[in-house]
């Protein structure tokens, strides 16, 4: 199959230099390149162990915690105004 992909410089240049090590075409390293990358196994899921034995806040489940910090920044600065 032809079809047309644009490829990093980065990435060209490590192709080139594989094409050169091995005396294979571009063609022949970009195809084995990308074979060989996708008929490796996904990576497996990591299992993190809880650092706390405490089930996570139900109020909280689904919350951006970044936004909940904010929050109370918000409020922690309110306070400090009124002062």
Do not use: W, Y
């Amino acid at each position: 199959m032809r079809t047309t992909v644009t490829i990093d410089a980065d990435t060209e240049h490590l192709l080139r230099e594989e094409a050169i090590r091995t005396g294979c075409s571009f063609k022949e390293v970009l195809n084995q390149s990308i074979r060989r990358a996708l008929s490796q196994p996904s990576a497996e899921r990591l299992e993190v162990p809880p650092l706390f034995a405490a089930p996570f806040p139900s109020e909280f489940e689904g919350v951006s915690l970044n936004r909940l910090a904010d929050a109370l920044d918000d409020e922690e600065t309110i306070k400090e105004l009124a002062r």
